[in-house]
């Protein structure tokens, strides 16, 4: 029997199921999950193209890329690029043109009454049937607004959402510990959590256990001694002035230099 190549429904099945999470879960497996992120002989040639330079898409990208699929990254919206000033994006609380995509009213904080200018800025919201999603615009998708908090999913809530093909033992055993300890991830220290500037957090602590029940700190991707130093006044404030800080991008939440998208076969428009 003569091996077969990936064929398009393949590439639809990946599609289907998040394709970062179809890597990771083996739904090509068939090529050893992209022969562990090496070159993959039987897609040599191929030309792959991916909507959307978020989670899925950056790491989709990133696998295709190391397998040796010539590889296109399609988003909307421009490149964040964190200036030395901390002022790339606006507060939250102090909106202007940047805190919305093409709307004349942000779609966050307490002043969405407030008009801003219109602009491709930085959060999108999709209105539903009954429900509204926000999302990033611009170069990071959802990694852009996704606050560097990393909460787990309980296995109730990933089982009535995921298809029963992704395994969340497996995720819960393997891959949720290693991207914790590649990234860093760690919840919020008590000498920050005890700062002035962190009451509003102690007070829904408060809260939590006024209900009787016991809180639980969310680990976060966030280089905390950057945290330090804005509190002392060492450099301007951005993540401790609740900034619309970027996850990818910034100075505070920095990803490993191995998930960043260099060099390559691939032809990653909007990456680095």
Sequence with gaps: MVAQGPTRRDFLRVTAVGAGAAVASGV????????????????????????????????????LGQAGVQTIVLERGRRWDVNEAGSTFCAINEPDGRAAWLSNHPYIGANKHVTIPRYTGLIDRVEGDGIAAIAGAGVGGGSL???????????????????????????????????????NVTTIPDDILAHPQYKGARAWLDYIRAFGK?????????????VR???AG????????????????????????SWRMTRGPSRKRGFR
């Design 214 to 226: 016991t809180p639980e700190r969310i680990p976060f991707l966030i280089d905390w001694d950057v």
């Design 145 to 183: 607004v996704i606050g560097t908090f990393m909460p787990q999913p309980r296995r109730s809530s990933f089982q009535s959402v995921y298809p029963a093909g992704l395994s969340w033992d497996e995720l819960n055993d393997v891959y949720w510990p290693r991207a914790r300890a590649e990234l």
């Design 229 to 231: 130093e804005e509190l």
């Design 234 to 257: 060492r450099r301007p404030a951005a993540q401790s002035r609740n900034r619309m800080q970027s996850m990818s991008h910034s100075e505070v939440a920095r990803p490993p230099r």
């Design 28 to 63: 090509l497996g068939r090529f050893d999950a992209l022969a562990a992120y090496g070159a993959v002989p039987k897609l040599a040639g191929k030309t792959a193209i991916v909507v959307g330079s978020g989670f899925g898409g950056a790491v989709a990208a990133l696998r």
